[in-house]
């Protein structure tokens, strides 16, 4: 597609409940991020993906977080058990370059998906 | 670690005027600098970067930016801002010397231009 794709929009959960986010990334972008972005804060960083490989998963803020791209194309972030300070907007960008030493280094952000807990 | 601080909250600026968002960063390797902008219920835009070279650089939209290296600096910049304009802004590094490719993202700087 012409863009990073996010769905759903807007979820409401109960906590407790089990939730899953899904990117579209850009064709052909071989880098996949996830970023969690709380009301009034900049992006923090949540996960790396390069092709199917999860290289980098530092930001994830407890093991109830949990992300997947299996085929190297569209990813999934799952967040198992849900808590009130989960609520937050999820952001996915991907980008061009495999090393990160290529001029094609910005990442392209999807619209997030707003996450609330109840 | 790697980091970014926008120093102000808000700037207003009169339509028409320059304005200037503030952006200071700390890296352990050569800086791959950002700035992205933020609509309402939008995600982030790409607006420019400063990869090496020279170190004016022009981006969306008629903003620039300028990396100073010794300030560790890159403040984005417009000479006539437009009510349009009004966004909310973020500066963002990577490391080149970190393994992997995350961003950094300052805190935001909310701009207000008014008519």
């Known amino acids: 597609g012409a863009g990073v794709s996010q769905s759903p929009r807007y979820k409401v959960a109960k906590r407790g409940q089990d939730v899953a986010l899904r990117c579209d990334p850009i064709?052909?972008?071989?880098?996949l991020f996830w970023y969690q972005q709380a009301l009034g804060q900049g992006p923090e960083f949540l996960t790396y993906?390069?092709?199917?490989?999860?290289?980098?998963k530092s930001g994830l803020p407890s093991d109830r977080f949990f992300a997947e791209r299996p085929e190297g194309s569209v990813s999934t972030l799952k967040i198992q058990r849900t808590q009130q300070e989960d609520s937050a907007v999820y952001l996915c960008?991907?980008?061009?370059?495999?090393?990160?030493?290529?001029?094609?280094?910005?990442?392209?952000f999807g619209q997030g998906t707003r996450l609330t807990v109840v | 670690a790697q980091s970014v601080a926008q120093p102000e909250d808000q700037v207003n600026v009169a339509e028409g005027n320059p304005l200037t968002v503030k952006c200071t960063y700390s890296?352990?390797?050569?800086?791959?600098l950002f700035w992205y902008v933020q609509y309402p219920n939008r995600g982030l835009q790409f607006l420019l970067k400063?990869?090496?070279?020279?170190?004016l650089v022009k981006g969306s939209y008629g903003f620039e930016a300028e990396f100073n290296k010794s300030q560790t600096s890159f403040h984005l910049k417009k000479p006539s801002a437009l009510v349009s304009d009004s966004a909310l802004y973020f500066c963002?590094?990577?490391?080149?010397?970190?393994?992997?490719?995350?961003?950094?993202f300052g805190g935001g700087t909310r701009l207000m231009v008014k008519p």
């Open positions: 960008a991907s980008s061009l370059d495999p090393q990160g030493y290529l001029e094609n280094t910005e990442a392209f």
């Open positions: 064709s052909g972008h071989v880098s």
């Open positions: 993906f390069q092709n199917e490989a999860q290289l980098d």
């Open positions: 890296v352990s390797g050569n800086p791959y």
């Open positions: 400063y990869i090496t070279g020279d170190n």
């Open positions: 963002a590094v990577r490391d080149t010397l970190r393994a992997g490719n995350m961003l950094t």
